[in-house]
């Protein structure tokens, strides 16, 4: 059974591996992609501080509609804090990518998409479809998933592979051979760094299982909050990593995204909102409906929220009313994690220094992947020598005996 589980972990290593190494690579590339952008876009994503106040949602839904004619805004992002900018999301129009621009929250003047946006966008595509045609719908997703499904495989196994005899001592299990050359270094480093980032992969593969299967998804949420999400009703995760570019997010069934309804006021709602919490929020995501009726929907991060996805879910009815408020500090863990599979994805769930270890970790993928292909060759070259030996006559196989002790 050992020699089974042996010969499928270095199969999918070889394999499944150089998907992985990718994922890896570019997971850690999209770690602080935000962060990046703000930095290079000065005046894009960040603006000046003014005395006048920012216009309310429906006067920069206005100026927008101006500016980008036709266009149906689908989210509209606004920050608590004075010095960043509204975020607007497009709609999809003819089966392209959602684009997005920020506007200047005083004004209203569309200032663009940020800088290394298209960039980001691209490492994006390649990290969750590897950039095959369909994005979202065609063959990528599955692909990734596969690759997933593979990492639990091999995280599992190669723990189990590498059990030491003396599992009671520490430096057997977290100490590298450094000062060994050749095959032991190569081992030493491959099952030393998989013990460091065991539990991190572990995490990584079952998170990012959430955006490739349905089923896994409804099973998940099954199993932490007691019920599966409705048809209509997105999983609060639905930020996930590109969102923007999923072609199924925040996309209710049986509608077309390019339908243009009369505008539903949003200001009422927002103004409600910002009377229940007191003006104090870092950011409040508006989804500004397509025809009157259904209750605006808000998503808040509060200012002490431990993550970018710690969202508040509120629903405003047009006219100000409250319909419906669901706090993240106030729910079980089962509900928030589930509201968290991208924080905890990207370790931001586990604050600064979890979010660094993640991107690290994510680094080191094409270490296991070089380290195996290293070990896979020096066993290969090995059962040729040992075939070439045993085709020899004794008495050649005797000369090249070494005569000191046998070093493993």
């Known amino acids: ?3 089974a589980l042996f010969q499928l972990h270095w199969f999918l290593g070889l394999t499944a591996g150089i998907v992985l190494m990718v994922l890896g690579v570019t997971g850690a590339m999209l770690t602080f992609a935000d962060e990046i952008m703000a930095v290079l876009s000065p005046g894009i994503v960040t603006v000046a501080p003014r005395a006048e106040p920012r216009l309310t949602p429906d006067a920069l839904l206005a100026r927008v ?3 980008a004619p036709g266009r149906r805004v689908a989210l509209l992002t606004l920050s608590g804090e004075p010095d960043r900018a509204a975020r607007v999301r497009f709609a999809l129009e003819g089966g392209g990518r959602r684009e997005s621009t920020y506007v200047d929250p005083y004004d209203g003047r569309v200032l663009g998409p940020a800088r290394g946006e298209a960039a ?10 590897l950039t095959l045609p369909g994005d979202g719908n065609g063959y990528g997703r599955p692909i990734t998933g596969a690759c997933l499904l593979a990492l639990l495989y091999l995280a599992l196994s190669g723990l189990y592979l590498r059990w030491p005899r003396r599992a009671g001592d520490w430096r057997v299990w977290l100490k590298p051979a450094l000062s060994r050359p050749g095959r032991p270094l190569y081992w030493s480093l491959h099952v030393v760094a998989g013990t460091w980032v ?3 992969y572990l995490t990584i593969a079952l998170t ?3 955006w490739s299967y349905g089923w896994y998804r409804d099973g998940a949420s099954y199993l932490l909050t007691g ?3 409705r048809a209509e009703e997105p999983p609060r995760a639905e930020a996930s990593p590109g969102a923007e570019g999923n072609p199924g997010a925040e996309r209710p069934p049986g509608r077309r ?5 009369a505008a539903v006021p949003l200001d009422p709602a927002f103004a409600a909102f910002v009377a229940a919490t007191g003006d104090r929020y870092a950011e409040a995501l508006l989804v500004p409906p397509r025809e009157a009726g259904p209750a605006i929907r808000i998503r808040a991060v509060a200012p002490d929220a431990p993550h970018r996805q710690a969202r508040d879910e509120w629903r405003i009815r047009a006219d100000g009313t409250v319909e419906s408020r669901d706090l993240y500090a106030a729910r079980a863990l089962g509900e928030r994690l589930t509201g968290s599979v991208l924080a905890l994805h990207e370790g931001r769930f586990f604050g600064l220094p979890g979010t660094l270890l993640f991107m690290l970790a994510a680094l080191a993928m094409p270490l296991f992947g070089v380290t195996g292909l290293l070990l896979y060759l020096g066993r290969r070259r090995g059962r040729r020598r040992a075939a070439v030996r045993a085709a020899r006559p004794p008495r050649e196989q005797a000369r090249e005996l070494p005569s000191g002790p046998l070093r493993h």
């Open 257 to 261: 995204e390019g339908g243009h309804g």
């Open 208 to 210: 990012g299982l959430w």
């Open 227 to 229: 019920r599966i999400p």
């Open 120 to 129: 980001f966008g691209v490492v994006l595509r390649l990290h969750r479809w």
């Open 198 to 200: 065991l539990l991190v």
């Open 65 to 67: 509609r101006e500016a």
């Open 1 to 3: 059974m050992k020699r």
